[in-house]
C-alpha cells in the first residue's frame, strides 16, 4: 500500500490557512487517511511541535507512516476519531489540549478506487464497505440481514433517497432467492427498483444507496455530533478546529452543532437577561462554508461536494 493511492488533499491552502500551524504546538488530523493534511500540517508545525495523525483504516496508518517518515514529531495512532478523548495521550506531552485540529469526513479515494473494499457500485466486488477491516460488521450484513423496513429507514435517511421503499422492497425480494453478494448485484437491483424516467438524468442511480449503506456499515453519523464536540473540548484556548464535509447529512450536523457552541444561550427569545449562565464556547471563522476553486475542482472532481467549516476557541 502507498500514499500514492491516496487521494489529494483537499482544500489544503485553505486548512493551512486556518490551523497556522507554526503557531502551534500540538496538533491532531483526526481522519489521516493517507497523510496529505498531516504532511502540509508538519512541514509548518515548529519542531518542538507534535502531531498525531489517527485513522480506523490499517492501511491509511500503514501508508502514512511511510509518507511522514522523516517527521520525528509526527505520532500515528489506529483508532476511531469518535473515541479522539480516549485515543490521545496529551498529558505524556505535557500538553493540556491541542492546537489545531482536523477532520476530513467521508471515504478517501484509495478505499473508493480499491475494488476489494466494496465501496464502489462501478467495480464487482464483495459487499464490504468496512473503513476498519478488523470490524466483523459488513455491508453484506446490511443488505442480507436487515429487515426491509430497516432497510427502507437507512436507505432515507442516510441516503436521502426518494425511492427507498421501493429500493428496500426489491433488494427484500431478491435475497429471498439467493443472498445478495457483490457490489454489481446490488447497484443491478437497486437500478431496476427505480423508475426509468428517474434514471435517465443525473448520477449513478445506486449512489445514495451505497451512501446510506456505507454510513451504516461505519457509523459515521450515529455519534458525530458528541465526537466533534469532543474535538472542540479538547482544543487550548485560541485553537481552531477544521472540519470536512461531503454531505448535507454531515454538513448539518456540524453547522449546528457551531451554531451552539457559538450561542449556547437557552433563554427564551423574550427573557430580558441571559438567565441560563452558559457562555459563548467558540467563534465561528467560517460564516459560511469553504468550498474548492474551480482549479482544484478540475483536478480533483471528487472534491465538489467538500464544504470547510472552522471554529476557534474562546478562553
Same mark, same amino acid.
Given at each position: 500500500?502507498?500514499?500514492?493511492?491516496?487521494?489529494?488533499?483537499?482544500?489544503?491552502?485553505?486548512?493551512?490557512?486556518?490551523?497556522?500551524?507554526?503557531?502551534?504546538?500540538?496538533?491532531?488530523?483526526?481522519?489521516?487517511?493517507?497523510?496529505?493534511?498531516?504532511?502540509?500540517?508538519?512541514?509548518?508545525?515548529?519542531?518542538?511541535?507534535?502531531?498525531?495523525?489517527?485513522?480506523?483504516?490499517?492501511?491509511?496508518?500503514? =501508508? !502514512?507512516?511511510?509518507?511522514? &517518515? @522523516?517527521?520525528?514529531?509526527? #505520532? +500515528?495512532?489506529?483508532?476511531? /476519531?469518535?473515541?479522539?478523548?480516549?485515543?490521545?495521550?496529551?498529558?505524556?506531552?505535557?500538553?493540556?489540549?491541542?492546537?489545531?485540529?482536523?477532520?476530513?469526513?467521508?471515504?478517501?479515494?484509495?478505499?473508493?478506487?480499491?475494488?476489494?473494499?466494496?465501496?464502489?457500485?462501478?467495480?464487482?466486488?464483495?459487499?464490504?464497505?468496512?473503513?476498519?477491516?478488523?470490524?466483523?460488521?459488513?455491508?453484506?450484513?446490511?443488505?442480507?440481514?436487515?429487515?426491509?423496513?430497516?432497510?427502507?429507514?437507512?436507505?432515507?435517511?442516510?441516503?436521502?433517497?426518494?425511492?427507498?421503499?421501493?429500493?428496500?422492497?426489491?433488494?427484500?425480494?431478491?435475497?429471498?432467492?439467493?443472498?445478495?453478494?457483490?457490489?454489481?448485484?446490488?447497484?443491478?437491483?437497486?437500478? =431496476? !427498483?427505480?423508475?426509468?424516467? &428517474? @434514471?435517465?438524468?443525473?448520477? #449513478? +442511480?445506486?449512489?445514495?444507496? /451505497?451512501?446510506?449503506?456505507?454510513?451504516?456499515?461505519?457509523?459515521?453519523?450515529?455519534?458525530?455530533?458528541?465526537?466533534?464536540?469532543?474535538?472542540?473540548?479538547?482544543?487550548?484556548?485560541?485553537?481552531?478546529?477544521?472540519?470536512?464535509?461531503?454531505?448535507?447529512?454531515?454538513?448539518?450536523?456540524?453547522?449546528?452543532?457551531?451554531?451552539?457552541?457559538?450561542?449556547?444561550?437557552?433563554?427564551?427569545?423574550?427573557?430580558?437577561?441571559?438567565?441560563?449562565?452558559?457562555?459563548?464556547?467558540?467563534?465561528?471563522?467560517?460564516?459560511?462554508?469553504?468550498?474548492?476553486?474551480?482549479?482544484?475542482?478540475?483536478?480533483?472532481?471528487?472534491?465538489?461536494?467538500?464544504?470547510?467549516?472552522?471554529?476557534?476557541?474562546?478562553?
Amino acid at each position: 500500500m502507498t500514499e500514492s493511492s491516496y487521494h489529494t488533499p483537499i482544500m489544503l491552502r485553505e486548512v493551512l490557512e486556518l490551523l497556522d500551524p507554526a503557531s502551534c504546538r500540538v496538533t491532531v488530523d483526526g481522519t489521516l487517511g493517507g497523510g496529505g493534511h498531516s504532511e502540509g500540517i508538519l512541514e509548518l508545525l515548529p519542531r518542538d511541535g507534535v502531531h498525531f495523525g489517527i485513522d480506523r483504516d490499517p492501511d491509511a496508518i500503514e =501508508a !502514512a507512516g511511510k509518507r511522514l &517518515a @522523516r517527521f520525528d514529531n509526527f #505520532h +500515528p495512532i489506529h483508532g476511531n /476519531f469518535f473515541d479522539m478523548k480516549n485515543l490521545l495521550h496529551l498529558n505524556e506531552f505535557g500538553a493540556d489540549g491541542a492546537d489545531g485540529i482536523l477532520l476530513d469526513l467521508g471515504v478517501s479515494s484509495h478505499q473508493l478506487d480499491d475494488g476489494s473494499r466494496g465501496f464502489s457500485y462501478g467495480t464487482e466486488a464483495p459487499l464490504d464497505m468496512r473503513m476498519d477491516k478488523t470490524s466483523p460488521f459488513t455491508a453484506y450484513d446490511v443488505v442480507n440481514g436487515y429487515p426491509a423496513a430497516k432497510l427502507y429507514e437507512v436507505i432515507r435517511d442516510y441516503g436521502e433517497e426518494r425511492f427507498a421503499s421501493r429500493i428496500a422492497n426489491r433488494i427484500a425480494a431478491e435475497r429471498e432467492k439467493a443472498p445478495i453478494e457483490t457490489t454489481t448485484a446490488l447497484a443491478e437491483i437497486v437500478k =431496476a !427498483a427505480i423508475p426509468a424516467a &428517474a @434514471r435517465r438524468e443525473g448520477p #449513478h +442511480p445506486a449512489r445514495r444507496t /451505497f451512501q446510506a449503506i456505507r454510513i451504516e456499515v461505519n457509523g459515521e453519523l450515529e455519534g458525530l455530533r458528541q465526537a466533534v464536540k469532543d474535538a472542540a473540548d479538547l482544543l487550548n484556548p485560541g485553537g481552531v478546529l477544521c472540519v470536512i464535509t461531503f454531505h448535507s447529512l454531515e454538513d448539518r450536523i456540524v453547522k449546528n452543532l457551531f451554531r451552539e457552541l457559538k450561542d449556547p444561550c437557552t433563554c427564551p427569545p423574550s427573557a430580558p437577561v441571559c438567565i441560563c449562565g452558559k457562555k459563548p464556547e467558540a467563534q465561528i471563522l467560517t460564516n459560511k462554508p469553504i468550498t474548492p476553486g474551480e482549479r482544484e475542482l478540475a483536478d480533483n472532481p471528487r472534491s465538489r461536494s467538500a464544504k470547510l467549516r472552522a471554529i476557534r476557541k474562546l478562553p
